[in-house]
């Protein structure tokens, strides 16, 4: 199972730090994603990072968003700072078993998914 948490109600520049615990899998062999979906929208990878460290991000988040895991916590972290309201979203985490440097992007290549947690940022 993966549980998000973390998000909120943000003012325009701010931060948010999004946490997604991972329970009942060997989570230091699974990559993990950071996707989103806005009303309207299909739902978008953000970033991911693979077992072995390797990390993706989307163009429109470079610079702004951190992603990391902390394997000991069985968890992975996305840090958004400088935050705009295009990044008003649901963003949910997923778990994708394998080891190695392997970054996975299309959402069936993923095997479990959180509930999702609301980010929302006001202009």
């Known amino acids: 199972q993966l549980q998000a948490s973390g998000g909120g109600l943000v003012q325009a520049g701010g931060y948010l730090r999004l946490s997604c615990a991972a329970s009942?899998?060997?989570?230091?062999?699974?990559?993990m994603g950071w996707y989103r979906q806005a009303p309207g929208k299909e739902r978008e990878l953000v970033a991911a990072?693979?077992?072995?460290?390797?990390?993706y991000y989307a163009d429109s988040v470079k610079g702004r968003f951190t992603i990391s895991r902390d394997n000991a916590k069985n968890t992975v972290y996305l840090r958004m700072n400088s935050l705009k309201p295009e990044d008003t979203a649901v963003y949910y985490c997923?778990?994708?078993?394998?080891?190695?440097?392997?970054?996975?992007?299309?959402?069936?290549?993923?095997?479990?998914w959180g509930q999702g947690t609301q980010v929302t940022v006001s202009s």
């Open positions: 997923a778990a994708r078993g394998g080891r190695g440097l392997s970054i996975f992007s299309r959402d069936s290549e993923y095997d479990y």
């Open positions: 009942g899998l060997t989570f230091g062999s699974y990559a």
């Open positions: 990072i693979s077992s072995g460290g390797s990390i």
